[in-house]
């Protein structure tokens, strides 16, 4: 398929929440495509399968790689950039895609709160902070792609500390495409990436089936990159449960 300018042989990729889900679905069509790809995620055995994982896809040695990282840490953030850049070069590519969902209520532990805004919102402000300025000073195509939620749009009751991390990270992600589009010469762009009802390690909450209602990881991931493709920047992902004309009405 035509692609993105920033995707393309011979480019780069930094996935955070890589080692598995939509990360890895992504990561996996990245190689795909001819990218050298960088996955982080949190240190275990997810992570350590994961190249594995891309190497069965068909990547070349030296094609990928694997860096633990805790993207709520900016000091693993910058070393994350830092050690991508050494061994691949520019950045073209740049999904911060970590997250979790733990549950919260409204009067959890400020901890619990903390911990979910740390990853879901900060690492990706943090990310795009660290990456962005190099990636847009390289002068050459740049994408990055913040994955959000329709949680941070809708916000249902039941689950506050990741509605609110989440509808920071479409706030955030509106106002850095704002900034590039805005800077003379700059060739990044953002994306807001709105998955659907997705069967995930992050989802499944003990099912090992994939429910009827539920898209693949690798159906959303192929999904997105045909919206990026056509130059979406709210990149509203259907599912089997809910259709678009539907989503919309919840999100308007």
């Keep these: 398929m035509d692609m993105h300018p ?39 055995d997810a992570l350590d399968a994961a190249t594995k994982t891309l190497v069965r896809a068909g990547a070349e040695s030296g094609q990928v790689m ?27 590519v740049l999904m911060n895609n970590a997250g979790m969902q733990p549950g919260s209520s409204i009067f959890d532990a400020e901890n619990n709160w903390q911990r979910i805004i740390d990853v879901n919102m900060w690492g990706i402000i943090r990310g795009s902070q660290i990456f962005a300025p190099d990636m847009i000073a390289s002068g050459q195509p740049g994408l990055i792609i913040n994955t959000g939620s329709k949680q941070g749009i809708t916000t249902p009751p039941g ?66 990159f045909d919206r990026v493709e056509a130059g979406d920047f709210y990149i509203l992902c259907p599912d089997n449960e809910v259709d678009r004309q539907t989503d919309e009405k919840r999100i308007a």
């Design 66 to 92: 694997a860096v633990a990282t805790d993207v709520a840490d900016a000091g693993q953030l910058r070393a994350l950039k830092d050690q991508a850049t050494s061994a691949f070069g520019t950045i073209n």
């Design 6 to 44: 920033a995707i393309g042989k011979g480019k780069t990729a930094v996935v955070t929440g890589g080692a598995s889900g939509i990360g890895l679905a992504a990561a996996t069509q990245l190689v795909a495509e001819g990218l050298k790809v960088c996955v982080a995620d949190l240190p275990g």
């Design 159 to 224: 689950d506050p500390a990741y509605n609110v991390s989440k509808t920071g990270v479409k706030a955030f992600t509106e106002a850095l495409q704002h900034d590039l589009r805005n800077r003379e010469g700059c060739q990044v762009e953002a994306r807001l990436f709105i998955p659907g009802f997705v069967f995930t390690p992050l989802t499944a909450n003990g099912r090992t089936e994939k429910p009827a209602g539920a898209w693949t990881p690798e159906q959303t991931v192929t999904f997105l």
